[in-house]
Nanobody
Framework: QGQLVESGGGSVQIGGSLRLSCAST????????MAWFRQVPGKERERVAG????????AYLDSVLGRFTISRDNDKNTIYLQMNSLKPEDTAMYYC?????????????WGQGTQVTVSS
């Protein structure tokens, strides 16, 4: 099975922007959906947004609507998450995921995670 390799995390000030990338390497049959999830310690992992190979975007998490944009380059088997107007509550480990559908139960592969920290 292939890997999901994330990049682009880091520390940013409130109101700043970051762009996360996730490249799927190797086996690509189970990349119909690629998505971003996030998790903070002590809380459940939540889906930020997902995108299908067709380009159809799965619903954004309400709290990021209008600030985050997910996109996909099928030729590169890569997805992106443009995050603008970042808030402290966006601080989390962000995970890339891939599977048949953009729901947790259908996710078959996870990335190792990339930390995003938003502070004043």
């Amino acid at each position: 099975q292939g890997q999901l390799v994330e990049s682009g995390g880091g520390s940013v000030q409130i109101g700043g922007s970051l762009r996360l990338s996730c490249a799927s390497t190797g086996h690509t049959d189970n990349t119909n959906c690629m998505a971003w999830f996030r998790q903070v310690p002590g809380k459940e992992r939540e889906r930020v947004a997902g995108i299908y190979r067709s380009g159809s975007v799965n619903a954004y998490l309400d709290s990021v609507l209008g600030r985050f944009t997910i996109s996909r380059d099928n030729d590169k088997n890569t997805i992106y998450l443009q995050m603008n107007s970042l808030k402290p509550e966006d601080t989390a480990m962000y995970y890339c995921a891939a599977g048949a559908h953009c729901v947790t139960a259908a996710i078959q592969r996870w990335g190792q995670g990339t930390q995003v920290t938003v502070s004043s």
